[in-house]
Every structure is written in structure tokens, then in C-alpha cells.
């Protein structure tokens, strides 16, 4: 860093880009959402009821698919998925590069997590690896639509159909998404969604799963509650992984506004992808082709090589100038301690990726205003840095 580049950050005094941090999320209910829950509380019908048949119709519908089942969260929703499709000691592809649960999920339903590699310029699960891990065990797919972008469906579509393999969409980061011009409820087995509170379209804690299979469809509505298909008639173990009608209030009072709220993400990464154009070293995520992802998180990767600074640091020099990152993430799940007995420590861009990338302010409120200081930001620490 030259004395001059130094003394023009907001890390060594100098005034910051944005003197008012610009907001990295804006999870915040609106008025309605709340009328909606105190309307399910006044009425005393506090149990899954009209609003989650509500929410599971309207989400259903808005990505393409037959059926919608709420549950607790995301979680719960792999746990129903994997339980459905596989026996214990089914090997199943999972990305190396996602949120826990994808895989440990697998691991806590008893079946083998196979991790498979990412691609540097999607960062979504790589088909290709994919291929490779295929083994006579093999029974599934479990891919992550991640970031809000989908992955390859055409190629993992295909590969479930070459080796007969089951495939669920884990995308609990990607609620309306499209891919080649369908919702993502149309493709694969089982698709799963995370409703927590930093999601797209957030309820606080929530999930839910959609299938085009009716027999899939029951058997994940039985293992949801306990098996019962009368009152006190249990046919099978079954969990009670199910939502709960204040719950389903919030998420049908926020799933109005939804494809508003995904066209202003959509806007919001159209000008980081120009910013980010103008900065040597910085990389903006590749969208899948044939995608058209809903930005949960808007990922950048840097090319350590150009910058005399760690990732860290830059990340660092960013917050003093009011931009806020974060970054997913910090480990790879298949270097997670708990993924051990299943890390093959085959999966090299996953691993070297959580030492490359942080996400951007990321949500349906950013301004012109906000754009230009993360711009200024941006371009004031990639200068400071530059080698
Ligand atoms: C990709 C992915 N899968 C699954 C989950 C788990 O969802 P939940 O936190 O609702 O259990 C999350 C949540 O962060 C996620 O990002």
C-alpha cells in the first residue's frame, strides 16, 4: 500500500464512502405482516390451519409445482425430502460448497454424503465432479441452488436419469427463482425451502417442501405428522416437523410482495455486476446459464494476486467505509468437524473459495444512494490494495 493510497481509507481516519453504514439485509416485517400474525393470534387458531394451506398453495403455484407442504424449516423440509427418497446407507451427492444442513442432514438421516466439488465461476455444485463420484451406491442428488441462483438443472436432470438417481433441490436460498423459463418446483424429486428469517422471504424460523409426485407428496405429509392419517391413527413413525398458522400468516403476508422485492435484488446485482466491471481483481458471480437467480446473496471473488491484502482485511477496510460484507462462507461444509469421516478431501475449489469470496449488501432496499457509496467503497480499497 502506497502512503497515499493509506491515508485515502477510512481504516487509517479518512472520511468513510458512506458515513452511514448502508444496510447489509432488511429482514424487517412491514405493517401488514404483523396485522396478518395478530389476526392468527386473535383468533386463537394458533396450529398449522388455514394460512399454511394457504402458503402452501400460493408457494406451490409460484414455483411450478402440484404440491406444497409448510414445515418447521429448512431442515425439517431436507429431512422430509431425504427420508422419502432414500434408505440408510444410500450415497448421495452433495455440494461441498453450501450451508450445513444439505449435507448433514444426509449424514443424520444415515445415509453417505458424497461432497462434490463447485465451479469457480457459478460457485454452484459441479456436474461434471459429480459424474466422477458416481458409485454402484449411489441413489441420489443433492444439489443447492445457492446464493439465490440455480444450478445446472439440465445436467443434473440428466445425470438422475442416466444412473437412476433421485434428485432434491435444496433451495432454501432461491425462493422464485427460473430456470429456462419454468419455476424451479418443475425439476427434480422433491424441492426444499428455507423460510428463516434472513431469507428472501422470511418468517422467522419456517420451511417448506414441493414435489409433482402424489405418492411423495403423502409420505412427506405423513413423516411431517407422525404418521397420522386419522385423528390418533398413526400408519408410520412420522415426526412433527409442522409450521404453525402464525407462521404461515407472515409468510402469505410476505409472499405478496415477494416478485416486487426479487425484480429490486434483480436490479440491485445488475449494478453491482457494472461496478464490479470497472475493478481489476474483483469477480462478479456467473449466473448458471439458462438461470435467472433471485440474488438471497450477491457473492464476489477476489483475485489475491492483485491486492497486497488478505480477503479479511479488505473486508475490513470496507466496513470502516460504511460497507458492510459477510462471507459464506468461512469453512467448507466438507471441512465442517462435524463431515469429517465423510471429507475425501477431494474438492479443491470449495476448500480454497472460503479464503476468496464475501457478499455485498444484498436486499430490496438499496439505493442510487447506496449503490454509489459501495461503488466509491469498492474502488477506494481495491486502490489502497492494489499490487
Ligand atoms: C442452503 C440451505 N439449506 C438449508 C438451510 C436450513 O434452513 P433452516 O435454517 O430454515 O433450517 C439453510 C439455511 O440457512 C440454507 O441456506
Known amino acids: 500500500m502506497t502512503t497515499s493510497a493509506a491515508t485515502t481509507l477510512a481504516i487509517h481516519g479518512a472520511e468513510p464512502a458512506s458515513p452511514t453504514p448502508v444496510p447489509f439485509m432488511k429482514p424487517q416485517l412491514h405493517r401488514e405482516d404483523i396485522d396478518a400474525a395478530i389476526a392468527v393470534l386473535e383468533s386463537g387458531m394458533l396450529r398449522a390451519a388455514k394460512k399454511c394451506a394457504e402458503l402452501e398453495e400460493r408457494f406451490a403455484k409460484a414455483s411450478g ?36 444442513a444439505t449435507a448433514s442432514m444426509l449424514a443424520a438421516e444415515g445415509m453417505v454424503p458424497v461432497f462434490v466439488d463447485c465451479l469457480e465461476d457459478t460457485f454452484q455444485m459441479d456436474p461434471a465432479d459429480a459424474a466422477k463420484k458416481i458409485t454402484p451406491k449411489t441413489r441420489g442428488i443433492a444439489a443447492t441452488h445457492l446464493y439465490g441462483c440455480p444450478v445446472d438443472i439440465d445436467a443434473f436432470d440428466a445425470l438422475g436419469r442416466k444412473h437412476n438417481l433421485k434428485v432434491v433441490y435444496d433451495a432454501a436460498q432461491t425462493h422464485l427463482a427460473r430456470y429456462n423459463g419454468k419455476g424451479l418446483g418443475a425439476y427434480g424429486d422433491i424441492v426444499t425451502y428455507s423460510f428463516y428469517a434472513t431469507k428472501n422471504l422470511g418468517t422467522g424460523e419456517g420451511g417448506l417442501v414441493t414435489t409433482n409426485n402424489d405418492t411423495l407428496a403423502r409420505d412427506m405429509s405423513l413423516l411431517r405428522s407422525h404418521g397420522e392419517t386419522d385423528k390418533y391413527l398413526h400408519e408410520r413413525i412420522g415426526f412433527n416437523y409442522r409450521m404453525n398458522d402464525i407462521t404461515g400468516a407472515i409468510g402469505c403476508s410476505r409472499l405478496t410482495r415477494l416478485p416486487e422485492e426479487t425484480r429490486a435484488r434483480q436490479n440491485a446485482a445488475a449494478r453491482f455486476d457494472e461496478i464490479l466491471a470497472e475493478i481489476d481483481g474483483l469477480a462478479a458471480p456467473t449466473v448458471t446459464p439458462k438461470a435467472e437467480a433471485v440474488w438471497h446473496l450477491y457473492t464476489v471473488k477476489m483475485d489475491l494476486s492483485k491486492f497486497t491484502c488478505t480477503r479479511d482485511e479488505f473486508c475490513d477496510a470496507l466496513k470502516a467505509e460504511g460497507i458492510p460484507t459477510a462471507v459464506h462462507y468461512p469453512r467448507a461444509t ?36 447506496h449503490f454509489t457509496a459501495i461503488a466509491e467503497a469498492l474502488n477506494k480499497v481495491a486502490g489502497a490494495y492494489r499490487r
Not at 457478499?359 to 432496499?365: G, K, S, T, V
Open 65 to 100: 409445482a402440484k404440491h406444497g407442504l409448510t414445515c418447521a424449516n429448512g431442515t425439517t423440509a431436507l429431512q422430509l425430502a431425504y427420508r422419502a427418497l432414500f434408505q440408510r446407507g444410500d450415497e448421495v451427492l452433495v455440494p461441498a460448497w453450501t450451508y450445513i
Open 334 to 369: 466438507c471441512d465442517q468437524p462435524a463431515l469429517a469421516p465423510w471429507n475425501k478431501r477431494n474438492t479443491p475449489v470449495a476448500t480454497s473459495l472460503t479464503s476468496r469470496v464475501f457478499c455485498l449488501p444484498m436486499h430490496h432496499e438499496l439505493t442510487e444512494a
